[in-house]
């Protein structure tokens, strides 16, 4: 019978024939304690066989709820040679734990710890790294089985539809399929809740008045696709409405947004590109002073102008191509000024 304890009480185990009593040097182990094993020559008492701390200088670091454990529950009838370091041995083959029965593979450390089975070290696995999809909101609640069925872990199609056809043909408010709605779900859902979506309308932003406009007021009937986002599509009554200007009479583009722009929140202050420049100066005056009739193709200069008539031809005296009419002036006098 050999034995041999080293000072920090580590104690390896060499062959012996007998088991001899020893009473507890160091015995603070819920495993520590006498042990017949059946003519095994590693078997000891726990207690001499080192604590805890001294365990940390094996290969095998307790750590975790380890930590907590008594010797025997790891060291079978306190034999401590050859036992096992692979967490499968232990887990798997000794105690069946695997709540998935090594259907995520045998290596356990790949994404245990021994602090808990509950939830997975993200550091070690995570099912957006590791297995390519982002479970957020819901999806982080529910049982791996719900997505992957009782036969294995395979790859699921992670695109939203294919799990959720039916909740997209199911809907009612709105109903998706008949408004046309895209099969995209995230671009108007998170994996919260269906009920909070937000739709980037990035196509159509909706600004100035229409950002308070509600969705059913553009897209009616709940008809989504197909909507034109030509202002005149929904527009044309407002527009054929006008008296002051009058906008048909006028000739105006029936693109609104080139006098209006595209984040007006009423049809006053329009604002367009007017190549005579009305917006200050002597010439920032009402449109109907140039504008005498309807047809804003049509403008004077002589109004203003025509009392001095004779001064005009004065002024220009020697200027070739000189004649008193409005489209002259603006010809040679396209910004009002000399
Ligand atoms: C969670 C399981 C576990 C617990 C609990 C545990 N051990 Fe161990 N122990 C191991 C493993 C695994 C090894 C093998 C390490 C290696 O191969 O180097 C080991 C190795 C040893 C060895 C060295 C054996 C050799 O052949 O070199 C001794 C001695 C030992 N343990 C004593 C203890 C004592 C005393 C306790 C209680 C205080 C204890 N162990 C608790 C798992 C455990
Ligand atoms: C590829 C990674 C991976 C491997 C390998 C793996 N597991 Fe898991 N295990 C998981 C994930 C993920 C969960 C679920 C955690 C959650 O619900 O957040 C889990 C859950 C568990 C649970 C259930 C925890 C609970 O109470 O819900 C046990 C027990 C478990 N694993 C044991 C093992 C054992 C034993 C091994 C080795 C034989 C092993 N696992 C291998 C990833 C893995
Ligand atoms: C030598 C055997 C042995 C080895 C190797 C081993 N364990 Fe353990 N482990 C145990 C025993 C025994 C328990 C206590 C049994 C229990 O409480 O379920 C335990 C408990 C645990 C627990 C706590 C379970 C709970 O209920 O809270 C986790 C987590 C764990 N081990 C993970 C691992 C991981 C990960 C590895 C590999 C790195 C590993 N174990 C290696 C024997 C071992
Ligand atoms: C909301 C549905 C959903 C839930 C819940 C879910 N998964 Fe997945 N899982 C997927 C999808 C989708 C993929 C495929 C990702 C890919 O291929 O890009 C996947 C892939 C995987 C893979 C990789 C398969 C391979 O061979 O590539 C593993 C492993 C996995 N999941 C484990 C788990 C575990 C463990 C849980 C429970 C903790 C879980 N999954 C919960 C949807 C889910
Ligand atoms: C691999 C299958 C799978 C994929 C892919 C998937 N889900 Fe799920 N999802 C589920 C399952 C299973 C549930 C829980 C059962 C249910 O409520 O339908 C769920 C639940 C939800 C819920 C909560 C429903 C409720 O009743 O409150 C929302 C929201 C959701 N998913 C959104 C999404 C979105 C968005 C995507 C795409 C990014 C997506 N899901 C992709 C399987 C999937
Ligand atoms: C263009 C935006 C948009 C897209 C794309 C979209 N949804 Fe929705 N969804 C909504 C809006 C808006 C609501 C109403 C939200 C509310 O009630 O607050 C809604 C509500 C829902 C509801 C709850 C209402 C009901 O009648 O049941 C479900 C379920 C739903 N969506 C599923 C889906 C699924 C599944 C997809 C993808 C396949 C999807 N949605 C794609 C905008 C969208
Ligand atoms: C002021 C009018 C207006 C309002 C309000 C509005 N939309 Fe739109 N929407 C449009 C226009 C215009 C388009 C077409 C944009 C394009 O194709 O350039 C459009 C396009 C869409 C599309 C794309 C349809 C397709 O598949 O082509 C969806 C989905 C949509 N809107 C959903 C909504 C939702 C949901 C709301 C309420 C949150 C909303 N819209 C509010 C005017 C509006
Ligand atoms: C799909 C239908 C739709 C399109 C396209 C559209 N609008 Fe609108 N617009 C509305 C609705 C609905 C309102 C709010 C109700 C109302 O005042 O008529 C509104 C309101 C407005 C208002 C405020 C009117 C007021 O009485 O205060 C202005 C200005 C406006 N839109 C300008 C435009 C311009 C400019 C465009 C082109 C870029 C445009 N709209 C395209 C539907 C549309
Ligand atoms: C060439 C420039 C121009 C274009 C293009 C234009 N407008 Fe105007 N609009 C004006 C001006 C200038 C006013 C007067 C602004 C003021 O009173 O501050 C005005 C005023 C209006 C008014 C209020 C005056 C009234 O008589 O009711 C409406 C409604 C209106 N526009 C609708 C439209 C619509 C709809 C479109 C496109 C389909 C459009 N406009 C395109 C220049 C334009
Ligand atoms: C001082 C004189 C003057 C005033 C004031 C004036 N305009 Fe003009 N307008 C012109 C002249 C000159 C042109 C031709 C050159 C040009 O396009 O700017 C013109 C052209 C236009 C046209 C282009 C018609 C076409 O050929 O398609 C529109 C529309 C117009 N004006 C609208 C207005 C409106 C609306 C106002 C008032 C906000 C206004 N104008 C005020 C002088 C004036
Ligand atoms: C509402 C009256 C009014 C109308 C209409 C008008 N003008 Fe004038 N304009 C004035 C006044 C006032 C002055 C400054 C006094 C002056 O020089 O006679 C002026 C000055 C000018 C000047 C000289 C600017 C300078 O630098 O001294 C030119 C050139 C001119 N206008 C061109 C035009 C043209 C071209 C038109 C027609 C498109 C036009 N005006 C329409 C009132 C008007
Ligand atoms: C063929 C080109 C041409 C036409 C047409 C023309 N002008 Fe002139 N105008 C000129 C030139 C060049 C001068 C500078 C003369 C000088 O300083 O000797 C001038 C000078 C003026 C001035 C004086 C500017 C100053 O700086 O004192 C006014 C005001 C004016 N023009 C208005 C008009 C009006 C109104 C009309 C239309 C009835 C008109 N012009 C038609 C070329 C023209």
Same mark, same amino acid.
Request: proline content about 4%; charged content about 20%; aromatic content about 8%.
């Given at each position: ?6 000072k920090a009480g580590l $104690?390896?185990?060499l062959a ?14 819920r =495993?520590?304690?006498?042990? +017949?094993?059946?003519?095994? @020559?590693?078997a000891?008492?726990? =207690?001499?066989?080192g604590?805890?701390e001294s365990h940390d200088r094996?290969n /095998?670091?307790?750590?975790? +709820?380890?930590? @907590?454990l ?10 401590f040679?050859? @036992? %096992?370091t692979?967490?499968e041995?232990? !887990?798997?083959?000794?105690?069946q734990d &695997? ?6 593979g045998?290596r356990?450390? #790949?994404? !245990?710890t021994p602090q808990?089975w +509950?939830?997975? &070290?993200p550091? +070690?696995?995570?099912?957006?790294? #590791? ?6 909101g819901i ?15 395979a %790859?699921? %199609?992670?695109?939203?539809y294919?799990?959720h056809?039916?909740d997209?043909?199911?809907t009612?408010e ?7 709605f895209?099969?995209?779900? %995230?671009?108007? !859902?998170?994996?919260?809740a269906w009920?909070?979506?937000s /739709?980037?309308?990035?196509?159509f932003v909706l600004q ?7 969705c059913?007021?553009?897209h009616?009937?709940? $008809?989504?696709?197909? *909507? ?5 599509s929904c ?5 054929n ?6 906008h ?7 693109d ?5 722009g *595209?984040?007006? @929140?009423g049809w *006053?202050?329009?604002?367009f ?7 200050? =100066?002597?010439?920032?005056v009402?449109?109907?002073e140039?504008?005498?009739?309807s &047809?804003y193709? $049509? /403008?004077?200069c ?5 009392h &001095?008539q ?5 002024? !220009?005296r020697? $200027?070739?191509?000189?004649s008193?009419?409005s489209?002259a002036?603006?010809?040679?006098h396209p910004? =009002?000024?000399?």
């Amino acid at each position: 019978m050999n034995r041999l304890r080293s000072k920090a009480g580590l $104690v390896i185990a060499l062959a012996g024939a007998l088991v001899i009593p020893f009473f507890l040097v160091l015995g603070a182990q819920r =495993g520590a304690g006498q042990e +017949k094993t059946g003519g095994s @020559t590693k078997a000891v008492k726990a =207690g001499q066989e080192g604590t805890v701390e001294s365990h940390d200088r094996t290969n /095998f670091p307790l750590v975790g +709820k380890h930590r @907590t454990l008594g010797c025997r529950e790891c060291h079978l009838n306190l034999v401590f040679e050859g @036992t %096992p370091t692979d967490c499968e041995v232990c !887990h798997w083959q000794r105690r069946q734990d &695997d709540r998935y029965g090594l259907r995520l593979g045998t290596r356990c450390a #790949d994404c !245990h710890t021994p602090q808990s089975w +509950k939830k997975v &070290d993200p550091a +070690k696995w995570n099912h957006e790294t #590791d297995a390519g999809f982002r479970l957020e909101g819901i999806h982080r609640t529910l049982d791996c089985e719900a997505c992957h069925g009782s036969g294995g872990f395979a %790859p699921r %199609p992670t695109d939203c539809y294919s799990c959720h056809e039916s909740d997209y043909l199911g809907t009612r408010e709105p109903n998706h399929a008949e408004a046309g709605f895209p099969t995209s779900c %995230p671009s108007c !859902h998170s994996q919260r809740a269906w009920e909070d979506a937000s /739709f980037n309308h990035a196509d159509f932003v909706l600004q100035g008045a229409h950002a308070s406009a509600a969705c059913s007021d553009c897209h009616k009937n709940g $008809v989504y696709a197909g *909507t034109s986002p030509a202002c005149a599509s929904c527009h044309l009554a407002d527009y054929n409405g006008t008296t002051d200007p009058n906008h048909s009479a006028s000739g105006f583009p029936l693109d609104c947004t080139e006098c209006h722009g *595209t984040s007006a @929140t009423g049809w *006053t202050g329009a604002n367009f590109d007017h190549a005579f420049p009305i917006q200050s =100066g002597r010439h920032a005056v009402a449109c109907s002073e140039c504008h005498r009739t309807s &047809d804003y193709r $049509v /403008f004077s200069c002589l109004e203003c102008h025509a009392h &001095d008539q004779t001064d005009m031809d004065n002024e !220009h005296r020697g $200027v070739t191509g000189y004649s008193y009419s409005s489209q002259a002036c603006y010809s040679c006098h396209p910004q =009002g000024n000399g």
